[in-house]
């Protein structure tokens, strides 16, 4: 079965499925553009307007990156589309919680005009409760033309089965 997300579909599969791909890359996310909009647009929101990331002239001038970079945490939150059109969903969940982040590294900055992408490798399943299991994906964002990586990181995601309109 597949569940059908913007232009993307990811396959819906089971919990032996599931675990049946530990350990295995299950995919990469189509590029992103990193553009000075996203970029500026993201300082709106979070107020992290520093110069190495808004001002394009300053930034080329006085930065050691020859231009603007994304924010650390821009390349971040794009892992929650990245993954939305990558990662198979779990059948039978209600939603899929953000639960945290284990070892996230910045590794490389993320220049203006560059794409993205994520890819993730899922890493194991641990059973919380009979409604909820934790799983965890390693958890990389590429630069593409570029061999060291963006962003590594370990992410956990709390699979929910209970309808929150139903009795614990």
């Known amino acids: 079965m597949q569940q059908k997300v913007g232009e993307a579909s990811v396959p819906i599969i089971t919990m032996e499925e599931l675990r ?7 995919g990469c ?4 553009l990193i553009d000075q909009e996203r970029i500026d647009a993201f300082a709106a929101v979070t107020e992290d307007r520093q110069f190495i990331h808004t001002d394009p002239e300053r930034a080329a001038a006085e930065g050691p990156f020859g231009g603007t970079i994304a924010q650390g945490f821009l390349t971040m939150s794009l892992l929650v589309r990245m993954a939305e059109v990558t990662v198979p969903r779990l059948a039978g969940t209600w939603a899929m919680v953000n639960f945290g982040f284990d070892k996230l590294r910045f590794m490389n900055p993320v220049p203006v005009g560059t794409r993205v992408r994520g890819c993730f490798t899922f ?3 641990t059973e919380r409760t009979p409604e909820q299991l934790l799983l965890r994906y ?3 964002i590429e630069i593409e033309g570029q061999d060291r990586l963006a962003l590594a990181a370990h992410w956990l995601s709390l699979a929910q089965f209970i309808s929150p309109d139903q009795p614990a």
């Not at 996310?29 to 992103?32: F, G, L, T, Y």
Request: proline share 6%.
């Open 123 to 125: 890493a194991e399943l």
């Open 138 to 140: 390693a958890v990389s």
């Open 20 to 26: 049946a791909l530990k350990g295995s890359k299950v």
């Open 29 to 32: 996310s189509p590029w992103m």
